[in-house]
């Protein structure tokens, strides 16, 4: 949308001003893969603390435009690229867990994790009609929990059969994944990004870089 960054930036400034630091979260595709060296150095220096960068669902008008998507090399790319830069302070994350790790837990040194997604442990998502789903990511159908004008929040969160799933999706369970020697540093990556390539939510993350070294 024209306007859209310049309008972002804009907000941010404004939480800012306000002493709330917001986590940015950057969409990847072939428009933008150029400028995201630029873009992380720019937001460091605004005073961002986190940046997560992810690639694209593939859901809605990117079904029809394939084309746009970047690729598992560019992912990589984007992410020897960002590693390398001299941030202040500002760290970056990423869709898969393992790196992501090792930017946010203490002194670089990756912790133990079994699961990357947050659905049902911290995330729930509300629509603004009142719906409720897994996550931004799982705005589907299938997924829905209910409806917060109608349904009791505590309720849907405690006994919920689809939060469970979430709840008990481990690394373990992740097609191509349960063998892979960095799973308990990962925990499988986006579950939302690997459903929408494969409307499977234990196939594994799509672009994951280190892959090749299960
Ligand atoms: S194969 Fe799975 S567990 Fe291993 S790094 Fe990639 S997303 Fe993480």
Sequence with gaps: MKGAFKKTIKGIEF????????????????????GIK???????KLGINFQRIEPLLL????????????GQEEYGIIYKTVSALKLSKMKVLFGEGFP???STSKNNVPEYRDHYCLVGVENLH????????????FIDPKFILGNILNDDL???????????????LTVDKIEGCSTCKLRNYC????RAIAYSYTKNIKSPFPLCIYREEE
Aim: proline share 3%; glycine share 10%; aromatic share 14%.
């Design 100 to 102: 992501q790790l090792y």
């Design 59 to 70: 859901a809605g008008n990117a079904i029809r435009n394939k084309d746009i998507l970047i």
């Design 38 to 44: 630029e873009l992380a150095n720019y937001l460091d």
């Design 187 to 190: 925990g499988g990556g986006c």
């Design 15 to 34: 939480l800012l001003d306000y002493g709330i630091i917001p986590i940015v979260r950057t969409v990847i595709w072939k428009d933008n893969f150029y």
């Design 126 to 137: 509300i629509e603004n009609n009142g719906e409720m789903y897994p996550c931004t990511g």
């Design 154 to 168: 505590l309720n849907i969160w405690n006994y919920s059969d689809v939060l469970q799933e979430f709840r008990d």
